[in-house]
């Protein structure tokens, strides 16, 4: 994706408008319970501050529908990202009670060359999903240079991601990726052109049907595919093998047994589980037991890839050059479930130290290497679980698309 980024404008004394992800986790109380998503926009703003431009955060929370909900207010977002940036910002973030309008236009025109302002989430305009042309203008009109550094909302065409960039060209300015977004491309752009070999992709998770693109288009693509995850059953289900009470969708089977004639045409190394940790349910004290594939008792649950699958699907992953993971192979979440996608990151962690280029693909498997201590021994963890998923089916993501090409 050969776009222009900050680095390639001149920003002195401009109004950037930045689109951020900053949809973090908070509980109950309003607490962020990880603030992953906040600090890794800090290279770009702190590049912005030092080039001497005045930064407008644009940022969605949860789903609102449309409609102002309190709860998802982003008031503790510009807290914790004032205490991250610590003095690096001339004063607190500001913010405001929407989105656009008169209280907007005075606290833009009122901004100091280092200030920053936080907009109120951007979900609570309806036009916002519907990326309204002339909700999208009314943002645009907002800054000098339009900024895009949410990797994780790039696979959605909304005013603030495709509407905006499209609302910039007409006004005659630039829009350009953030220093986050080019990193993200940096790394997944060359996995589908010009990968290091043996190219290995890992894919696990739940639905088969989320990932059909995704393997269709890997199994051109990869010298290795290795499944895990509860996507496993379906493709055990799909040989009219024994699945028990395993977590699967019934119409997933026959798209499993449609990849599986995909994968024999093209004699792909697709490699499906040898083995299974079943128990007799989902919780810290289960019964446990290891079974070959095919041998779930009907009274038992599959929950983790077994230890012959671990041997096997290490064995191919130590050996790779370039190496895709996009989700758990088990329930990692559960203590005695855990151990393959533990042990599956180990073996990524193994062959990152050896030279190899390893990817996490966002979602669980990001949340699982970070719980596990394990992120630091990834090349490169991505921020957007479903924008990665996308981008890896080869699917143009219109947040990015919109940007100026270099």
């Known amino acids: 994706m050969n776009k222009k980024t900050i680095q390639d404008i001149d920003l002195m004394g401009k109004k950037v408008l930045m689109r951020v992800d900053y949809n973090v986790p908070m509980d109950e109380n309003g607490q962020i319970t990880d603030d992953a998503r906040i600090r890794e926009t800090l290279p770009t703003l702190n590049y912005l501050l030092s080039q001497g431009a005045t930064i407008i955060l644009m940022a969605h929370f949860g789903r609102p529908k449309g409609q102002v909900v309190e709860s998802m207010r982003l008031a503790p977002v510009a807290r914790q990202l004032g205490e991250l940036l610590g003095d690096r910002s001339s004063e607190e973030i500001k913010t405001t009670s929407t989105t656009v309008g008169d209280e907007v236009t005075q606290a833009v025109n009122a901004l100091g060359e280092g200030e920053i302002l936080l907009l109120e989430n951007?979900?609570?305009?309806?036009?916002?999903?519907?990326?309204?042309p002339a909700f999208a203008a009314q943002l645009a009109e907002l800054g000098d240079v339009y900024v895009n550094d949410a990797f994780g909302a790039a696979h959605r065409a909304h005013a603030s991601t495709e509407g905006v960039a499209q609302a910039m060209r007409q006004q005659g300015k630039p829009s350009v990726a953030g220093l986050l977004m080019a990193r993200e491309l940096e790394f997944l752009g060359p996995l589908l052109q010009t990968p290091e070999r043996p190219f290995v992709a890992i894919?696990?998770?739940?639905?088969?049907?989320?990932?059909?693109?995704?393997?269709?288009?890997?199994?051109?693509?990869?010298?290795?595919?290795?499944?895990?995850?509860?996507?496993?059953?379906?493709?055990?289900?799909?040989?009219?093998?024994?699945?028990?009470?395993?977590?699967?969708?019934?119409?997933?089977?026959?798209?499993?047994?449609?990849?599986?004639?995909?994968?024999?045409?093209?004699?792909?190394?697709?490699?499906?589980?040898?083995?299974?940790?079943?128990?007799d349910r989902d919780a810290e004290d289960a019964q446990t037991q290891v079974v070959p594939a095919g041998e779930i008792p009907a009274d038992r649950m599959g929950m983790d890839i077994g230890p012959a699958t671990i041997a096997d699907y290490s064995a191919v992953i130590e050996n790779a050059r370039t190496i895709l993971w996009n989700g758990p192979m088990g329930r990692f979440e559960v203590t005695p479930f855990a151990n393959g996608t533990q042990s599956i990151a180990e073996a990524v962690g193994r062959a990152t130290a050896k030279g190899a280029t390893t990817i996490i693909g966002g979602g669980d498997s990001a949340a699982a290497v970070k719980q596990m201590g394990l992120a630091d021994q990834m090349t490169h963890v991505s921020t957007g679980?479903?924008?990665?998923?996308?981008?890896?089916?080869?699917?143009?993501l219109p947040g990015i698309a919109a940007l100026d090409d270099k």
């Open 122 to 132: 951007v979900r609570f305009q309806p036009e916002e999903e519907k990326n309204d």
């Open 203 to 279: 894919l696990g998770g739940v639905k088969v049907s989320d990932k059909i693109g995704v393997i269709r288009n890997l199994l051109e693509k990869v010298d290795t595919l290795l499944v895990g995850g509860a996507m496993s059953y379906a493709f055990e289900k799909a040989q009219n093998r024994e699945v028990g009470t395993s977590y699967f969708k019934t119409e997933d089977a026959p798209i499993a047994a449609e990849l599986l004639q995909v994968a024999k045409e093209r004699g792909a190394d697709f490699r499906l589980p040898k083995d299974f940790l079943v128990a």
């Open 385 to 396: 679980g479903g924008a990665s998923l996308e981008f890896l089916e080869g699917l143009e």
